[in-house]
Nanobody
Framework: VQLQASGGGLVQAGGSLRLSCVAS????????MGWFRQAPGKEREFVAA????????TYADSVKDRFAMSRDNAKNTVYLQMNSLKPEDTAVYYC????????????????WGQGTQVTVSS
């Protein structure tokens, strides 16, 4: 099983980034997917999750109306479109896979990627 996240980088406040996470080694469409982030000195926090079909997504209040999560099951890939970025969005972003349900709880995820750094300058 492998989850490879990419697309992070340095961006000015108000800018946009699109993260991608390519999955392999499991039946991608059968798994809900999530994005989490961890800033220095802070605990990992939920960002967004999407069902296996891609029909429903859930967002943390802090990113709602700015971020959009989507997936392409034909490409085994999930995306996180991040708009109107703020300095407080600076963190390492991780994608994760959950075989049971789209959830906000990190301990319910079975597989994790290695993370991609997002830095937002003010």
């Amino acid at each position: 099983v492998q989850l490879q996240a990419s697309g992070g980088g340095l961006v000015q406040a108000g800018g946009s980034l699109r993260l991608s996470c390519v999955a392999s080694g499991f039946t991608f469409s059968a798994f809900a997917m999530g994005w989490f982030r961890q800033a220095p000195g802070k605990e990992r926090e939920f960002v967004a999750a999407i069902t296996g079909s891609g029909g429903s997504a859930t967002y943390a209040d802090s990113v709602k109306d700015r971020f959009a999560m989507s997936r392409d099951n034909a490409k085994n890939t999930v995306y996180l479109q991040m708009n109107s970025l703020k300095p407080e969005d600076t963190a390492v972003y991780y994608c994760a896979a959950n075989r049971v349900v789209s959830t906000t709880k990190s301990y319910e995820y079975d597989y994790w990627g290695q993370g991609t750094q997002v830095t937002v300058s003010s």
